[in-house]
């Protein structure tokens, strides 16, 4: 992508990849993505984000096609995840006189990522401003945990524009970076929803704080960090309308407690039964489902668990441990807003039963309420057994 203006002061000197595939590791990304950079020129230049070290020589030719390097006095980082501070290191090679912006989170961790302990960083905080003379002076806010502690936000408002890396972004790739050129829009909202739910999602309550930051500033344009640029009039109302369901406060009707499990004879799969009698018997009312995790989207499941009251997880013990759904099915718990979640396990087992015990030790780890009572049973459960998981279930649902 070249370099283009999007007003009279600043510049879109991102680059793309649109045969990214994976981001993060666990991230699916169907329509690639985009790594968005700015320069904004007053008197004076600033930078906004670097790029993922890949892509730093095409990055470099958009920021020349605009301006020498000599020019650019700033760069400023509103977040410092390596998609958008891993050329930070290449750039000052070029740019020594550079001076550094951050918050005081993101001046820690540049200096780490870069191995940089004596990086000079100038650090702002809330209200904090850069005169970029000419008339333009750019302001920061602090939006920490969108995602990450350092975040900030940077508004410009002789250009009516304000940056917000990655929040309102998504990875969705199109040659022309406005929202009012989205060919596939059905492609961009599923990009939007997916980017969504693996970095905001696990962040509802900064979100909403997040929002109501935006609602202080006058802008026509969002600079994200990853796909299309929002406008007033093209899809910010949507993006906006969108986080705001997404991260809003949730209450279940009624006590949602699913139950999940594997099973490769039925055994398990019949105390995930019992247990859901016991829990109905506890509570009649209440939203107990039974689901075999290999039936059933991986997504849907752990959109499930990380909305239900508690839950209950079971596993057979295959070859000293857990089957591997499960221990999917437990990466994909959001442990920030599921600390203290009740949940239980369970799980048949033929030699020695360690699925159960290595299931409630993670879910330990990850600071969930393990209900200390567990239910194992070798092979086919007893009739005394299947009486045990009904108790359990009941005692289980009652301490709820
Ligand atoms: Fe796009 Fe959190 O970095």
Not at 115 to 129: F, Q, S
Not at 221 to 230: D, K, N, Q
Not at 237 to 256: F, G, I, L, P, Q
Request: proline share 6%; charged share 20%.
């Amino acid at each position: 992508m070249a370099a283009f203006a999007i007003t009279e002061g600043v510049w879109a000197v991102g680059v793309q990849n649109p045969n990214l595939r994976v981001f993060d590791i666990v991230m699916a990304t169907a329509y690639g993505t985009t790594y968005n950079a700015y320069l904004v020129r007053g008197e004076k230049t600033a930078l906004i984000e670097t790029v993922h070290r890949r892509f730093f020589d095409a990055y470099l030719e958009n920021i020349q096609s605009v301006c020498d390097l000599e020019s650019i006095d700033y760069l400023i980082l509103n977040h410092c995840e390596p998609d958008h501070s891993g050329s930070v290191g290449a750039l000052l090679e070029r740019c020594p006189n550079l001076t550094v912006v951050a918050s005081p989170g993101g001046s820690i961790n540049i200096k780490q990522i870069t191995n940089r302990p004596d990086l000079p960083v100038r650090t702002v905080k809330e209200g904090d401003t850069l005169d970029l003379g000419g008339g333009k002076v750019l302001s920061f806010t602090m939006v920490p945990f969108v995602h990450w502690p350092d975040t900030m936000f940077t508004y410009d408002a002789a250009d009516r524009m304000i940056f917000t890396c990655d929040f309102l972004g998504a990875h969705y790739c199109e040659p022309l970076m406005l929202d009012t050129k989205i060919p596939y829009p059905e492609a961009y909202e599923s990009a939007f929803k997916g980017y969504y739910d693996a970095i905001m999602g696990p962040f509802k309550p900064y979100v909403r704080a997040g929002l109501s930051k935006l609602e202080k500033y006058d802008f026509d344009y969002v600079g994200t960090s990853h796909g299309p640029i929002l406008t007033k009039g093209g899809r910010y109302a949507y993006c906006v309308e969108r986080y705001r369901a997404w991260s809003a406060e949730r209450k279940n009707d009624r006590k949602t407690i699913p139950i999940f499990y594997t099973s490769a004879y039925g055994c398990t799969a019949k105390a995930a039964e019992m247990l859901r009698e016991g829990v109905l018997e506890a509570i009649p009312d209440a939203d107990c489902a039974c689901y075999d995790i290999i039936e059933h989207p991986m997504a849907e499941l752990a959109e499930r668990l990380n909305t239900a009251d508690a839950f209950m997880i079971g596993s057979p013990t295959l070859n000293k441990d857990a089957v591997p759904p499960v221990w999917e099915l437990i990466s994909h718990i959001d442990a920030i807003n599921g600390q203290k979640k009740p949940c239980l396990v369970f799980g048949s087992y033929g030699w020695s039963g360690e699925a159960v015990p290595m299931m409630a030790d993670r879910l330990r780890a990850l600071k969930l309420a393990v209900y200390e009572e567990t239910l194992k049973f070798v092979f086919v459960a007893s009739e005394a057994d299947l009486e045990r998981a009904k108790a359990l279930g009941h005692a289980f649902a009652a301490s709820l």
